[in-house]
């Protein structure tokens, strides 16, 4: 049973739009999540954090939003760039090492 | 700046070949992991290490052992391969000297078919 969720494989936007990717989670007590960005032939790179003490993170063109109470968080990029085309990865730190990431999800900026 | 290299980027085996992925990564950092990455699944964490000669197993450990001699080098060993794990393979690392929730830092994968 997937505890990490991005339901959407991928997601296409226009060059200069906001893309927003999405993702679910089971368990309440996760508290620490992040976002790590995938380009072909290379590993996925850390892109930014939040805590569940906060409910935004902003980092330049990227920001991070945290609802608790539906657990649920989402990644804003505005605006989109052609380089920002990617896969995204959702992740949670549940402690002890451990890292539960999502499947992934797919982004297309069309320039 | 991290570097966790991977010591092949692609690599050819026969089933019930013993195969070996190797991994370095040059900023001393405690933990090591393995990762498959694949269509669909996303990543699934196969063992991890939190110091040398330590070990623990992930969500999808069977099939595969690692070693950890040094604190730098982690590798991951198929006993016996079979066409089910042909896969990406990555391998990260991780340090929890700044605090618990460090990024890990990844390899750029190896991609592994079993035939």
């Known amino acids: 049973d997937q505890q990490v969720k991005q339901n959407s494989p991928s997601l296409s936007v226009q060059e200069g739009r906001i893309s927003i990717l999405n993702c679910d989670y089971t368990?309440?007590?996760?508290?620490?999540f992040l976002w790590y960005k995938k380009y072909p032939a290379e590993g996925p790179t850390f892109l930014i954090s939040i805590s569940s003490i906060k409910d935004k993170n902003e980092d330049g063109r990227f920001t991070v939003f945290l609802n608790k109470s539906a657990k649920h968080l989402s990644l804003h990029i505005v605006p989109s760039q052609p380089g920002d085309s990617a896969v995204y990865f959702c992740?949670?730190?549940?402690?002890?090492?451990?890292?539960?990431f999502g499947a992934g999800t797919r982004l297309f900026v069309k320039a | 700046d991290v570097k966790v290299t991977q010591s092949s980027r692609y690599l050819v085996k026969r089933t019930g070949e013993k195969v070996f992925l190797e991994c370095v990564q040059d900023m001393d950092h405690e933990n090591m992991f393995w990762y498959r990455q694949d269509p669909g699944l996303g990543l699934r964490l196969i063992y991890f290490?939190?110091?040398?000669?330590?070990?623990e197993k992930g969500d999808i450990p069977e099939g595969y052992s690692v070693s950890r001699e040094k604190k730098e080098r982690f590798s991951l060993i198929l006993e016996s391969a079979s066409t089910n794990q042909t896969s990406m393979y990555l391998c990260?690392?991780?340090?929890?000297?700044?605090?618990?929730?460090?990024?890990?830092?990844f390899g750029d994968g190896t991609r592994l078919s079993i035939l």
């Open positions: 368990n309440s007590m996760f508290d620490y």
């Open positions: 992740a949670v730190n549940t402690g002890g090492f451990k890292t539960i």
């Open positions: 290490s939190y110091d040398v000669k330590m070990k």
């Open positions: 990260a690392s991780s340090t929890t000297r700044q605090g618990s929730n460090q990024p890990q830092h």
